[in-house]
């Protein structure tokens, strides 16, 4: 992810696309996104946020109502579907219920006239590289779910395409072959050296797979980043709501320059943080994520309150926390020690430690 | 099953028994006497294939049953072509309209018969075509339309757009899409639309009565006409073979169209 990188030619530029439906509902609001290649690129939002659109307008199911969308540089609003070395696996897998796995998976090898030997070789290879050798005759209504979802993926990637779509391929497998096909997925990506384009929900898959993440809402991209960026860097307020787990306390802008903001809750308590653009007196959203808080006892440094909670996770426990004067509530996530129960429980009074880099504060608006 | 409060009313399991009874039991009848070695239709007197003999050694029968089947068959075939187009033509389409073009190509199913036969037959007089066979198959195209157009209608609605979008994606153009995805897809709705057709063709007495010229009777025609003798075990006979033929057009439609639900 060096600089170098980002200055080459994107696999996939949309630039201010808009995609309005009769009716009057707004897809998507002037996106603009540069899609890497060969990366693992995931769009992540919740359902309704234009994801499955804009997948759909760089297929060419669909036509932007505004804006560009290239490949390579080149525009390709205006292919039909069958004309952009694009491959898409759906959501619902699409796989053709009259043909065998191996007439699924020769079918765009057909289709761009290429000879039959060249085939049948490409579609051994696809079956031995989603390890389903022998499976090439049977129906697709034959197989498990997570079968179908390997014979879509190689279907697809047996035209080695510039780029691959994936609409939430893994949300209708069950937990554990998720994980399973997660990791094959990467393992796909990295092997082919295609550029993937990855659509899902959930913040755990995108921040687990990808390359970078566009986080999007109601239709706009929020912020495209590294997993890590995302997660530990948010932009919005909705950034870091959806990922990873966030709490919110209202405050006010007390002062603010150079070495800090002091931020100042409802109740009169008073927070640090880094340094942020605001003006002293805004009122903002704090927010803080409970990995990053720490627990003392009541006589210690930092924010006052009373647990209310207790929830034991195995690994760790998360402490729920009334402050003190009715600024709100945050977790707390500590740690378990083998053997070494945590000295607090439900009714505690307690100090929480902020550390100033676990403080981020957002403009009070949503989105 | 049993739960439905139907069946407690009484006099239900009655009202249904007299329901297939005057139903079923003509038909039965017919077939029987069919069978039957005397001419009358009151008194038993023996069993018989004679009838069906006496019925394929009639050069008369056998020329209804020819032109029975050259328009059964043609018009199967053209308007199940057509309404497989309209179908396609019209699936996903969204314009002002729409209703309307799909109400009027199932109209002729709720036009009476009588209306439409008399105002065919003016139109074909008006226009100066002379009756014949090509008239009746003309007219048998149009009104099979609809029939072949609403199994092909809803076997395509039932069809996710997604296998489309996926024959696109995997560079197929408009026609492969259509030849190598959506047909074969369809093809079932396409069966069962034609089976539909062809019995609906078959069967047709009113409009085939007034648009056929002399020489183009179909057996309906003539088993009408051979009526004014009375009624014969030919007649049963005949009938009772045209019935075989619907049974065993439906039974095959019904079954191909389970077959790939
Ligand atoms: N064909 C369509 N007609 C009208 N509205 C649509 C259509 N497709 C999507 N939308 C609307 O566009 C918005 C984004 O949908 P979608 O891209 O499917 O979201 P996501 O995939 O993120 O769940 C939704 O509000 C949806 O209702
Ligand atoms: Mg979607």
């Given at each position: 992810m060096g600089e170098g990188v980002g200055?080459?030619?994107?696999a996939i530029e949309a630039r201010s696309v808009v995609k309005s439906f009769p009716?009057?509902?707004?897809?998507?609001?002037h996106v603009s996104i540069d899609i890497r290649p060969n990366e693992f690129f995931t769009l992540l939002?919740?359902?309704?946020?234009g994801k499955t659109t804009l997948l759909r307008l760089i297929a060419g199911f669909e036509q932007p109502t505004a804006g560009e969308i290239y490949l390579d540089g080149e525009r390709i609003e205006h292919l039909p579907p069958f004309r952009r070395p694009i491959n898409t696996v759906f959501q619902s897998y699409a796989?053709?219920?009259?043909?065998?796995v191996g007439q699924n998976i020769a079918f765009g090898l057909e289709m761009q006239g290429i000879a039959k030997a060249e085939i049948a070789r490409r579609v051994a290879e696809m079956l031995a590289l989603v390890k389903l050798?022998?499976?090439?005759?049977?129906?697709?209504?034959?197989?498990s779910g997570g079968q179908q979802q390997r014979v879509a993926l190689a279907r697809a990637l047996a035209n080695k395409p510039k780029v691959l779509l994936l609409d939430e391929?893994?949300?209708?497998?069950d937990l554990k072959l998720r994980k399973e096909m997660q990791f094959e997925l990467k393992r796909l990506q990295t092997e082919t050296g295609i550029t993937f384009v990855f659509v899902t929900h959930d913040q755990e898959e995108a921040l687990t797979m990808s390359d970078r993440i566009a986080v999007m809402s109601a239709g706009r991209v929020l912020q495209v980043g590294a997993p890590r960026d995302i997660y530990e860097n948010p932009e919005h307020r909705f950034v870091a709501d959806f990922i990873g787990e966030t709490d919110f306390l209202d405050a006010m802008v007390e002062a603010s320059d150079d070495a800090g903001v002091r931020y100042r809750l409802s109740s009169g308590a008073f927070i640090d943080g880094p340094p942020q653009d605001f003006n002293a007196g805004a009122s903002v959203a704090l927010s803080t994520r409970p990995e990053r808080l720490h627990l003392g006892d009541?006589?210690?440094?930092?924010l006052a309150g009373t647990i209310d909670a207790v929830v034991y996770f195995g690994t760790d426990t998360t402490f729920h926390v009334a402050l003190d004067g009715g600024a709100g509530s945050i977790r707390v996530r500590e740690q378990n020690i083998a053997g070494k129960p945590f000295p607090f429980d439900r009714g505690d009074r307690v100090t929480i430690q902020m550390p100033r880099a676990a403080v981020r504060a957002f403009r009070d608006f949503k989105g | 099953m049993s739960d439905n409060p139907l069946r407690r009313f009484p006099g239900t399991g009655t009202a249904a028994l007299a329901f297939f009874v005057f139903l079923y039991a003509p038909v039965v009848v017919l077939i029987a006497l069919s069978f039957n070695?005397?001419?009358?239709?009151?008194l038993w007197e023996g069993f018989t294939f004679d009838w069906y003999g006496v019925v394929l050694d009639n050069p008369d029968i056998l020329r209804a049953a020819k032109n029975s089947l050259i328009v059964g068959t043609i018009s199967t075939v053209l308007s199940t072509m057509l309404a497989t187009l309209a179908a396609i033509g019209l699936d996903r389409a969204r314009f002002r309209g729409m209703n309307a073009v799909n109400s009027v190509i199932a109209l002729p199913l709720v036009v009476p018969e009588i209306v439409t036969a008399v105002a065919t037959l003016i139109f074909f007089l008006s226009i100066g075509l002379k009756l014949g066979l090509g008239t009746v198959i003309l007219a048998h195209v149009v009104f099979c339309i609809p029939f072949a157009y609403l199994p092909i209608k809803a076997r395509l609605e039932g069809m996710p757009i997604a296998y489309r979008e996926a024959a696109a994606d995997l560079y197929a153009n408009e026609w492969q899409t259509f030849r190598r995805v959506t047909l074969p897809l369809l093809w079932p709705g396409v069966i069962a639309g034609a089976m539909l057709a062809f019995i609906t063709s078959l069967d047709d007495f009113v409009i085939t009565y007034f648009v056929a010229?002399?020489?183009?009777?179909?057996l309906p025609i003539y088993i009408f006409a051979s009526l004014r003798m009375g009624v014969t075990p030919e007649v049963n006979a005949i009938s009772s073979l045209m019935l075989v033929v619907s049974i065993l057009f439906v039974s095959v439609s019904a079954w191909i169209g389970r077959r790939s639900k």
């Open positions: 200055s080459c030619i994107p009716g009057g509902a707004v897809a998507l609001d939002g919740p359902s309704g946020c796989l053709f219920p009259h043909m065998t050798e022998g499976f090439e005759g049977r129906k697709a209504d034959q197989m391929p893994l949300s209708a497998l009541a006589a210690g440094d930092g | 070695s005397g001419r009358s239709s009151t010229g002399p020489g183009a009777s179909t």
